[in-house]
């Protein structure tokens, strides 16, 4: 006779010890640490975000998105801490104006940043604009 499992005759199979076993282990392990990782995405993206914006867009934007810089004088940008300017700027148009630049006729009011930035990235850029409302 034959038996069709590994667990002693005796015995009662453990279903617990199959859990427990190194490859079980290493799989729990791996999706754990995706967890992990997944979870920290967001703290990432938005430093990613602050450093994009202190490197391409505060020179004129300024630190905090109140064009309070000579350059933001100069070309008249809004101040992005202001709720009403805030309202009328969906997150389109952001994203829009971040990855192909504006444009007034032939004039480039705005450097294109798509070569530097991904779609995500100027989302993450949205995020911190949005954070800059008071």
């Known amino acids: 006779m034959t038996r069709a499992h590994s667990w002693p005759t005796d015995a009662e199979p453990n279903p617990g010890a199959m859990l427990c076993s190194p490859r079980m282990k290493t799989k729990f392990a791996l999706i754990l640490s995706l967890g992990v990782l997944a979870a920290g995405v967001p703290t990432v993206l938005a430093a990613d975000a602050k450093a994009n914006w202190d490197e391409h867009c505060a020179k004129c934007h300024g630190a905090t998105g109140k064009a309070d810089t000579k350059m933001g004088a100069r070309l008249k940008l809004k101040d992005y801490s202001d709720a009403k300017v805030q309202a009328a700027l969906t997150d389109e148009i952001i994203v829009k104006a971040t990855l192909e630049g504006v444009k007034d006729g032939d004039k480039e009011k705005m450097k294109a ?7 995500d990235g100027a989302k993450a850029i949205v995020g911190l604009i949005r954070s800059f409302k008071q």
């Open 113 to 119: 940043y798509g070569d530097v930035l991904s779609a």
